[in-house]
């Protein structure tokens, strides 16, 4: 049998299930720690972040959305489509999921940064043209 | 003397287009091509597989997020549905579009009629299945899909599936329906509805020879069976409760259903939402095995010689594929192809499986047997791999 051949992952860093919680605190002591020198972080994840973020918008959003936003299993997450649904709510589904639909919360594998981050790219239109 | 040779060559420039100008074309067969969908700039890449190479890129083929493919029987033609609503049918000897209709505006999957003359294509929206011509593409018929309570639109199409005796079957999302279409007396279709098969079918597979037909269910756990030598006996619901007990995880990815997933007398599906792969025996349709895999299974698929089961797994386990040995129920390797494994497809004798590797950009070339990687090839966010030789398998 080969050995199997390990990559580097460019997606975003498995933390799922069982090890979530710890990997989740693990994180967020670490965020504490930076918050004491960086009050900038709250702003947004940084560049690598933001590029794995971005990636996970379109290919993994984007499978039931549409890549282009447009729809499918998903509602449309154009901006049109989305001009009036408040900010905290767009956060909310994507924190929590949509009970009863296909929609999974995203908590387990991204923290709030990261979907604020990710619905400021839905409200200020994605994918750019 | 001059004029047949004048008007050869004129015919070999018109049937060239401008792909070919005016070379004269290698005369070849198209058993051994396939295409892989690279999803992000909307092209097939047209590969070959006994020499493991791409021949050609065809491009303009619209949004293809969620695509898929089927052949005609003549495995000249892939037909292409893309999530924008657009049919393509793509010439895999002339390797360029021949036509394209944007027949909705958002669509799923289709299948081809055994006869080969339909086409059908199972849409979200508006909610429903069309049906074409399948040499010229011109809509047959038009079957809206029952509204929803509010009225606000028709329930979305899954699982659009090809059944013996120019039929098709398919499954409705929101409404928890089976309809099974028949052309057998013409273009006007006689339409059997199984109303609460169970909710939110997601997909669905026919068995290879046409028999059962199988939804898969996301809002239940649990699958319907319909039998469709005996469509008066109506839906049974098989795997009933499989997850009871267990708790459910977030699915970040719908899995999928084919007639790959039966390996002899054994049926191996995902189950949603948890990192395993139930078993059943296809005589019976009762569970005889949970699996535990590395990840929820996207598409659990049998070397065609059923001796194994090879597995991917949504996102974020998406980086790894599973081996399964159909005899023991055990995982007998764990590869790590590269990021995001988006969907594989063995060669119809399964001496390889391709698999598409979509945040590595590249498609992958193995040998299910000693499992070594063979060769791999560039491309754009690869996800569906599609070999011509499914023109003659019923259900995919």
């Known amino acids: ?129 | 003397m001059r004029t047949p040779v004048l008007s050869l060559a004129l015919a070999a420039l018109l049937l060239g287009g401008c792909a070919h100008s005016s070379q004269t074309l290698p005369l070849r067969g198209t058993g051994d091509l396939g295409v892989v969908v690279e999803r992000a700039s909307g092209t097939l890449q047209l590969v070959e597989a006994s020499t493991h190479t791409s021949l050609a890129r065809i491009d303009g083929l619209g949004d293809l997020s969620h695509a898929s493919v089927v052949f005609s029987r003549d495995q000249r033609y892939a037909y292409v549905f893309g999530r924008d609503g657009g049919l393509t049918k793509v010439d895999l000897l002339l390797q360029r579009v021949e036509q394209r209709v944007i027949q909705a505006g958002n669509s799923i999957g289709g299948a081809i009629s055994s006869d080969g003359s339909l086409i059908a294509v199972g849409n979200y929206e508006p909610g429903g299945v069309k049906v074409f011509d399948a040499a010229t593409l011109e809509q047959i018929a038009d079957i809206p899909a029952t509204p929803l309570a509010d009225g606000s639109a028709n329930s979305r199409v899954v699982g659009v599936t090809d059944v013996p005796g120019r039929r098709f079957i398919y499954s409705l999302f929101d409404t928890g329906e089976t309809w099974l279409l028949d052309f057998s007396q013409g273009n006007q279709p006689q339409v059997t509805r199984f109303e609460n098969i169970g909710k939110q079918p997601y997909d669905a597979l026919l068995t290879p020879d046409g028999r059962y037909y199988i939804a898969g269910l996301f809002g239940e756990d649990g699958m319907a069976l319909i039998d469709l030598w005996h469509p008066e006996r109506g839906v049974t619901r098989i795997l009933d409760g499989y997850g009871r007990g267990q708790q459910k995880l977030p699915v970040y990815k719908m899995p999928h259903l084919e007639g790959w997933t039966l390996a002899g007398n054994q049926a191996f599906v995902p189950a949603v939402g948890q990192h395993r792969v139930l078993v059943m025996d296809s005589s019976t349709w009762q569970q005889t095995d949970a699996i535990d895999v590395a990840g929820q299974p996207i598409f659990v698929m049998a070397r065609p010689d059923a001796r194994q089961i090879w597995v991917n797994f949504a996102h974020p386990d998406n980086h790894q594929v599973q081996v399964i040995d159909s005899e023991t129920h055990e995982v007998i390797a764990t590869l790590e192809p590269g990021p995001a494994v988006l969907h594989m497809e063995f060669t119809p004798r399964g001496d390889q499986l391709w698999l598409s590797v979509r945040d590595g950009g590249e498609i992958q070339v193995w040998d299910p047997y000693t499992l070594e990687k063979i060769t791999s090839l560039p491309a754009e966010s690869p996800s569906g791999i599609f070999f011509s030789s499914r023109a003659h398998a019923t259900g995919l």
């Open chain 1, 1 to 129: 049998m080969a050995a199997p051949v390990a990559l580097p992952h460019p997606g975003i860093p498995p933390t799922r299930g069982s090890g979530t919680a710890c990997g989740r605190r693990g994180v967020l002591v670490l965020l504490g720690c930076l918050a004491l020198f960086s009050p900038a972080l709250q702003a947004e994840p940084d560049t690598l972040r933001q590029r794995q973020l971005d990636n996970l918008l379109l290919q993994d959003c984007g499978s039931c959305h549409g890549l282009r936003m447009t729809g499918g299993l998903g509602p449309a997450l154009t901006r049109q489509a989305l001009a009036d649904k408040p900010r905290d709510s767009l956060i909310a589904t994507v924190t929590h999921g949509r009970p009863g639909t296909a929609m999974p919360g995203w908590n387990a594998l991204l923290d709030e940064q990261d979907i604020a981050w990710l619905v400021d790219q839905l409200l200020q239109g994605y994918p750019r043209p």
